[in-house]
């Protein structure tokens, strides 16, 4: 984990860090072998207890996450968040939930926050590209997490976008607003 950064682009901060290759990797192959799988695609739904306007939502199984080691990565950097922004310790972690989010063309999350006490976004594979902007924009929105949090004043921006790459990973307070817009690709 050389590679955490603590972010602060207002209030609360967050953390961005990489998902080790071999951990993306064994995700990919599980994210497969759920979707070719219409028993377990159903079993494993959680698009019913999600704010997403998404096709495909679902569940990590445990046994799945205690194989990769989902827990220690996200404990670790947990941890050193902790310590380094306000030098806590660590005491407990646990994984509430856990899932996936595939989100295509025109699927989107509106602005949401979750339970528990930190929440995270990771990318694993992401389009090629995300659509033309018709706007006269400088940044082009569609696709993007959107991190969100008080309101503008003099020093402060309320928002904070973040253009997906794959292996990103951000940790974020659970009761920070965010939303993901949707984007209008065709290529995968």
Known sequence: MNDLQILRPFGPSIVKLSIPDEIINKLNDYVDTIVSDQKKMLKLDHSNQLAGKVKQEFLLENEFMQEIKWGNFLAGAVKIWLQQDSNKELKSFEIIKSWIVRQFKNEYNPIHHHSGHVSGVGYLKVPKNFGE???????????????????????????????????????FPNYLLHTVYPFSDTDE
């Open 133 to 171: 902007v018709s706007e006269k924009k400088s940044i082009n929105d569609k696709g993007r997490l959107t991190l969100i949090h008080g309101s503008v004043n003099l020093f402060s921006k309320a928002t904070y976008v973040i253009k997906p790459e794959v292996g990103d990973f951000y940790l």
